[in-house]
Nanobody
């Protein structure tokens, strides 16, 4: 069973950068579509970026051009490079392997806080 563990969150000033990592264990993440989601207090969880098994990427409009999703297959790790961060990017960020029921796998989340 795939397990996902995020890291790399933290506190950064507006305009700064962070690099989130999501390490997979128990299965190879490269054979699946993967995604980063986020949830801010009082808001619904939303998908920030996704990548298919073939490498096609897609992004939430508000992060297009600032965030980049990628995979390091050798390290079995999903990456989210976040540049030019804004206060509205403040959220808990989750790594996800979409699936049905028990095959829908989420990490525990990592907090990103952007100050103005």
């Amino acid at each position: 069973q795939l397990k996902l563990v995020e890291s790399g969150g933290g506190f950064v000033q507006s305009g700064g950068s962070l690099r989130l990592s999501c390490e997979g264990s128990g299965d190879r993440i490269s054979i699946y579509s993967m995604a980063w989601w986020r949830q801010s207090p009082g808001k619904q969880r939303e998908m920030v970026a996704g990548i298919t098994s073939s490498g096609t990427t897609h992004y939430l409009d508000s992060v297009e051009g600032r965030f980049t999703i990628s995979r390091d297959s050798a390290k079995n790790t999903l990456i989210l490079q976040m540049n030019n961060l804004k206060p509205e990017d403040t959220a808990v960020y989750y790594c996800r392997r979409p699936g049905v029921d028990a095959f829908d796998i989420w990490g525990q989340g990592t907090q990103v806080t952007v100050s103005s």
